[in-house]
Nanobody, 121 residues
Framework: VQVVESGGGLVQAGGSLRLSCAAS????????MGWYRQAPGKSRELVAR???????DYADSVKGRFTMSGDTAMHTVSLQMNSLKPEDTAVYYC????????????????WGQGTQVTVSS
């Protein structure tokens, strides 16, 4: 199983970026997919998440600015980020809680390689 994200880059404050993520491989089912971020010197934090039931969760700091879309059944999700702020600068990681067809231990955490988002003031 692999999780691969794309997008990111450098944008001025107030601008927008879109991140995309796709899970592939011997997937049996996906419980949830989401986005986390980690800024220098800080711990990784949840940004947004969508479950297989279709519900979404957002960090308070991004509510009203970020919108997550996608479908765990299709194994793809996106994160539209609007009204970006310098404090949104971080490495963004796609995460999947995925059951491998070949796995015996149930769902496991899978992470993408990360993509840099830099918001200049």
């Amino acid at each position: 199983v692999q999780v691969v994200e794309s997008g990111g880059g450098l944008v001025q404050a107030g601008g927008s970026l879109r991140l995309s993520c796709a899970a592939s491989g011997t997937i049996w089912s996906i419980n949830s997919m989401g986005w986390y971020r980690q800024a220098p010197g800080k711990s990784r934090e949840l940004v947004a998440r969508i479950t297989s039931a279709g519900s979404t969760d957002y960090a308070d700091s991004v509510k009203g600015r970020f919108t997550m879309s996608g479908d765990t059944a299709m194994h793809t999700v996106s994160l539209q980020m609007n009204s970006l702020k310098p404090e949104d600068t971080a490495v963004y990681y796609c995460h999947g809680f995925i059951t491998d067809r070949n796995g015996l231990g149930g769902a496991l955490d899978y992470w993408g390689q990360g993509t840099q988002v830099t918001v200049s003031s």
